[in-house]
């Protein structure tokens, strides 16, 4: 029986294909952190995002009867979801607008009945970023 010399691989050859493995998971390594701090910021805009979307579906429900939007109370905070735990939020904001969605004077609105109400919501992270940024109009229920 003959036996070669040239049956296995030379200490070169596996220094080589160690390198670039090595080569090759650092890189899928360094996607697969960056894909996780990716769904943690998107988790984290999406969170404020529902919040700030309940917040002005609230408002919206409780101003479609018509002497809550002449009065402009605002809804109960019982009713309104608790803010996530290491989030902001600058707001609500209310502004009266006329028939063609121009601000109408504070002093003016207190006076009568505005066509239209917008209201502003901004929700920020605990690093003061901007995450959620939403505004909607409503309109008199009884024009």
Not at 76 to 91: D, E, K, R, V
């Amino acid at each position: 029986m003959k036996v070669s010399r040239h049956a296995g691989f030379s200490l070169i050859e596996l220094l080589i294909a160690v390198a670039v493995f090595s080569v090759v998971m650092l890189a899928l390594s360094g996607i697969l952190v960056n894909g996780l701090q990716l769904r943690r910021s998107n988790s984290n805009e999406i969170q404020a995002l529902a919040y700030a979307n309940t917040v002005l579906e609230r408002y919206k429900s409780h101003w479609v009867e018509s002497s809550n939007y002449s009065a402009g109370t605002l809804v109960n905070a019982a009713y309104l979801p608790s803010l996530p735990s290491g989030f902001s939020q600058q707001g609500p904001t209310f502004d009266c607008l006329d028939e063609l969605g121009n601000v109408i004077e504070t002093a003016t609105c207190v006076t009568m009945v505005p066509p239209l109400r917008r209201i502003s919501l901004v929700v920020k992270d605990a690093d003061g970023e901007i995450l959620a940024n939403l505004v909607t109009e409503i309109g008199n229920p009884a024009p």
